[in-house]
């Protein structure tokens, strides 16, 4: 009897350890790498920082291909996110929060503070090109309940 409760306490340990191990793959599979978090977060201080200083042309370069067929030109893109996301468009301040991949996007959080101090939650979302530069293919918008940043 003894010897098979040390074969049973091996197996469990055994099976908890397996376990540990593909939850910690699982997890790895699902982070950015620090290269690609430090371009993505590059793209969208380009784009946040081209439309503060009203160059809207830069702003419109970091879009991508699907983005630019839905808005075709850097007018009527500067329009929709001056009407779709005005705290981002006329922001005091903003910081990275939380990101992760998916399907090869990557989903980068912002928490943004108005002129008015009222937070927001920006989720960006980046995809690779061929050339392999990143572009924002979309932007969620949503008010935040938190702290002010």
Aim: positive net charge; hydrophobic residues 45%.
């Amino acid at each position: 009897m003894k010897h098979k409760s040390k074969n049973y306490t091996f197996f469990a340990f055994a099976a908890m350890f397996s376990l540990l191990l593909v939850s910690a793959s699982a997890a790895m599979a699902d982070g950015v790498s620090s290269a690609n978090v430090k371009a993505v977060q590059l793209v969208i201080n380009g784009q946040i920082s081209a439309l503060k200083s009203g160059d809207y042309q830069s702003a419109y370069s970091f879009a991508a291909p699907n983005v630019k067929a839905a808005f075709p030109s850097a007018k009527i893109f500067i329009s929709m996110v001056e009407n779709g996301y005005k705290p981002l468009y006329h922001h005091s301040s903003y910081v990275f929060g939380k990101n992760t991949v998916s399907n090869g996007d990557v989903y980068q959080e912002i928490i943004v503070s108005d002129n008015t101090r009222k937070l927001w939650q920006f989720i960006y979302i980046l995809s690779q090109q061929q050339d392999q530069s990143w572009k924002i293919t979309n932007v969620m918008m949503y008010p935040f309940e938190g702290s002010s940043v």
